[in-house]
Every structure is written in C-alpha cells, then in structure tokens.
T-cell receptor, first 111, second 115 residues
Framework: DAKTTQPNSMESNEEEPVHLPCNHS???????IHWYRQLPSQGPEYVIH???SNVNNRMASLAIAEDRKSSTLILHRATLRDAAVYYC????????????FGPGTRLSVLP | SQTIHQWPATLVQPVGSPLSLECTVE??????LYWYRQAAGRGLQLLFY??????ISSEVPQNLSASRPQDRQFILSSKKLLLSDSGFYLC??????????????FGEGSWLTVV
C-alpha cells in the first residue's frame, strides 16, 4: 500500500519542461512528500521533498497543492539523463521505519 | 560524509547454492539499514530492515535471511537459492533526523542471476 498514485509512464521532449503528478488524498498533516528517481541499473536517488510550501533545488521544483492532496515534480528542462523512474513517497510517523516505493512513473525523454 | 557500499556487484549462482551479499556504511553510527529487491521491470520490494545490531525485521516470508553482526554491516543470505530469487538487490540506510524529513540512501546494487 504505497498511499500515493502516479501515472505509469510519461513522455517528454528534450529541453522542454516536465510535470510529473502524484496524488496522495489520504495524506496526514505531518506527512512530508518526497520524490526519488531511479536511473537504469542504479538505486533510487533523492530528488526533493516538502511539507506545505513549494520547494526548489538544483535538480527540480516541487509544487504542492493547497489541500496537500496532490503534488507535482517539475523538471524545468528535461535532458536525456533525466530518463528514469520517478517515485513519489510520503514520509511521516505513520509509516514507521519503512520507505514504501510504489511503481512510480517511467519518464522517457525524446531527443 | 556518509557512504554506503555493497558487494558483489554481480553474481551468477546455480539453483540450490548459498548466497551472501554484504553491505557496509561509513560515516555514521547506529544507522537504520534496509535490504530491498527489485525484479526485472518491477518496483522495489522491502525485504528486511534493522534498527540495530542483532535486530532484524522481515517484511516478506521467503528463503532469504538477514543479519547485522556489527553496527554498520548488514548481510543478506540464503542457504539454497531459487530461480525466483533473481533480481537487483539494494542495500540502503536512512539518515535519521526529524522524522518526515529523513532521506534514504542506496548502495550501488547487486545483480543476482540464479540459473
């Protein structure tokens, strides 16, 4: 039970922005929203996380809906190296010691 | 800084043979350690986690076992491998802090093919 839902796959053109959605309608007030991505033949790597406010870092931006029931990971200019599986995960006390990874969204970037 | 290593990177084992994958973490103490498995084209499945020496929690019943003989060492084992054990095995640790903010870090992964 991953508690988040994401599209199975998305496609983008190189150098265009990509918006990866995630629904988390049962999120609690103390849950953080985390995003990870997994490049081929590698373990997942941290991308970004947030609680209520939108967040930016060198990799991406995270836009969180006002009701927190959904969020969007934004890659401002997709590159071929951004082709990966992107995971949206909730983190908080209710989830104990475990990080639960759902199927994620497989992003393809076209040249 | 903290680093996590696991080995071997790849191995091909016959059915019925034993398995030992090792993971070590540097630069931190008393880490929470995890073993995940990813079958080809599939998501990540949590196998075991450990919050301290000798403390192992199993998430999925199977013919695999885990041990934590030292604070920063986590070992995944099997006495007799099955074909279904093939996959990509990942060791991970969590940087504990304020609970919702903590981040999980993965090792390089070990590709296991059971033949």
């Amino acid at each position: 039970d991953a508690k988040t839902t994401q599209p199975n796959s998305m496609e983008s053109n190189e150098e265009e922005p990509v918006h990866l959605p995630c629904n988390h309608s049962t999120i609690s007030g103390t849950d953080y929203i985390h995003w990870y991505r997994q490049l081929p033949s590698q373990g997942p790597e941290y991308v970004i996380h947030g609680l209520t406010s939108n967040v930016n870092n060198r990799m991406a931006s995270l836009a969180i809906a006002e009701d927190r029931k959904s969020s969007t990971l934004i890659l401002h200019r997709a590159t071929l190296r951004d082709a990966a599986v992107y995971y949206c995960i909730l983190r908080g006390g209710d989830y104990g010691q475990n990080f639960v990874f759902g199927p994620g969204t497989r992003l393809s970037v076209l040249p | 800084s903290q680093t996590i290593h696991q080995w071997p990177a790849t191995l091909v084992q016959p059915v019925g043979s034993p398995l030992s994958l090792e993971c070590t973490v540097e630069g931190t103490s008393n880490p929470n350690l995890y073993w995940y498995r990813q079958a080809a084209g599939r998501g990540l499945q949590l196998l075991f986690y450990s919050v301290g020496i000798g403390q192992i929690s199993s998430e999925v019943p199977q013919n695999l076992s885990a041990s934590r003989p030292q604070d920063r060492q986590f070992i995944l084992s099997s006495k007799k491998l099955l074909l279904s054990d093939s996959g990509f095995y990942l060791c991970a640790w969590i940087d504990l802090g304020t609970w919702g903010r903590n981040t999980i870090y993965f090792g390089e992964g070990s590709w296991l093919t059971v033949v």
